[in-house]
């Protein structure tokens, strides 16, 4: 299978939230498990499917950083996995080299 992603993936297990836009709920939980410069890997721990296209707000807490790093990116895919449900996600804007750098730490 052709890989067509323009930034290399590093595996990560990062505890963070999400709040999705479209619904204006309360924040859920989710794990990041992998991240690059566009994008990054998704375990949303949910029951309910989120919808292709949503607008997700993460909130990323890095024990290596004072602060937790903030994303915003477009869901481009989602499938079920076990009780959760494992998606990507597309950066809005490309990730800068000290919120790879952070991610990347807590591997």
């Not at 950083?65 to 990116?73: D, K, T, W």
Request: glycine share 8%; proline share 1%.
């Amino acid at each position: 299978m052709e890989n067509r992603r323009s930034f290399g993936r590093f595996d990560t297990q990062l505890q963070a939230k999400y709040f999705l836009k479209e619904r204006k709920e309360n924040w859920g939980k989710c794990t990041v498990i992998d991240v690059s410069r566009k994008g990054m890997g998704i375990i949303f721990i949910t029951r309910e499917k989120i919808n292709v296209g949503s607008t997700v707000l993460l909130e990323i807490a890095v024990s290596t950083a004072s602060n937790p790093v903030h994303v915003i990116g477009i869901l481009r895919w989602i499938r079920k996995k076990g009780n959760d449900f494992v998606g990507g996600i597309e950066s809005t804007k490309i990730l800068d080299d000290v919120k790879l750098y952070y991610s990347h730490l807590e591997k």
